[in-house]
């Protein structure tokens, strides 16, 4: 063979296995791009390729307390499936902090069934969880509420959540829903979509044609567990169980304290048990007054100020434009030191 012919196969072939070659580098490169997606965007695109790959390969120990810092901590809570596998206890306050230890609420019991399952939200201290089953067996006893439809508690490791409520953090905070469970066991589909009820008409007046005396008793009750420090409702309803008390010639008051009136919980109540005894790092809140509290609490809901945003003065000077506004987002430097270790805990 004339050597010029054999110099133009021999480039032909390199040429193909170069092709072939940069074909398959860029199949694997996407298969680890797709494998790794945080890895992959945690790259900046100048970063060589080769670094990518020995990543995805061969992963380097990230620096420790370093690589989570500026990530909003409400993805790296959002993202735990299970509890931290540490002794229970709060850390932090109710809309800062976590939770070490948790325990899951079992989606269907005796008296209650969780809603929203895919939320995966009903884990919480062990205290919290043992309140809400103590709640639902007794309220369907004594207080013909035939049983608890659960709503959010907290994630597995408690944290700041991937969306609504600011508190919930700590695994002391539990949602119940206002209308009581019906007589048979919910799919999975239905817990995903029915809707919690509204028991009011509007932000002063109650929907007597939803309440009954059997919400004023399973609040009653609640309120009177010592360890719960505070119960949130829409005023009209902080408003009928003041005057239900009155009714029922009850004569010791200082439950009612316990009651807080506050914007949207007209389709479910709110418990915020206290700090367990022994959990140290756990904040918490100032005590709710141990007096009925009907008048100063309710004077300001029934008004108007929590409600209307304050108009601007007629010649009031034009201001500055405002800045762009920027929700805060909670960090892990904004949390207790302990969460760290409740993150990486196994
Ligand atoms: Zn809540």
Not at 93 to 121: D, F, H, I, K, V
Not at 139 to 145: E, L, S, T, V
Not at 294 to 304: D, H, I, R, S, V
């Amino acid at each position: 063979m004339p050597s010029a012919k054999l110099e133009k196969r021999f480039n032909r072939t390199l040429l193909q296995t170069l092709t072939l070659r940069s074909v398959l580098s860029v199949l694997a490169l996407s298969a680890a791009v797709l494998c790794a997606p945080d890895l992959a965007r945690a790259q900046t695109p100048g970063d060589a390729i080769g670094d990518l790959i020995k990543d995805v390969v061969i992963p380097r120990a990230k620096p420790e307390g370093l690589s989570t810092r500026n990530v909003a901590a409400k993805r790296l809570f959002g993202a735990k499936k299970k509890a931290a596998r540490l002794r229970p206890n709060a850390y932090g306050s109710y809309t800062r902090g976590c939770l070490a230890g948790a325990e899951q609420l079992e989606a269907t019991g005796p008296a209650w069934q969780a809603m929203r399952l895919s939320r995966n939200r009903h884990w919480g201290h062990p205290k919290l969880v043992a309140l809400v089953r103590r709640l639902a067996v007794e309220a369907k006893q004594h207080d013909g509420w035939n049983g608890l439809l659960v709503g959010d508690l907290s994630q597995p490791r408690g944290g700041p959540m991937t969306s609504g409520h600011r508190s919930h953090q700590i695994g002391l905070d539990a949602d119940i829903w206002l209308n009581p469970m019906p007589n048979r066991e919910l799919t999975y589909n239905e817990r995903e979509k029915i809707s919690a009820k509204s028991m009011v008409l509007d932000r002063k007046r109650l929907n007597r044609k939803r309440w009954t005396e059997a919400h004023a008793r399973i609040l009653f009750r609640t309120a009177n567990y010592h360890e719960v420090e505070r119960i949130f409702v829409h005023p009209p309803i902080k408003k009928e169980m003041c005057e239900w008390a009155t009714r029922k010639g009850v004569k010791d008051r200082r439950w009612l304290g316990k009651i807080r009136a506050y914007y949207g919980h007209h389709y479910h109540f709110h418990i915020r048990i206290r700090c367990p005894q022994g959990a140290v790092g756990c904040k918490d809140q100032k005590l709710a007054p141990r007096k009925d509290d009907c008048e100063e609490n309710l004077a300001y809901w029934m008004g108007t100020k929590p409600w209307v945003r304050p108009k601007k003065k007629k010649g009031a000077k034009k201001k500055k434009p405002k800045k762009v506004y920027k929700p805060f987002v909670v960090q892990m430097k904004h949390l207790p030191k302990a969460c760290r270790t409740v993150l990486n805990a196994q």
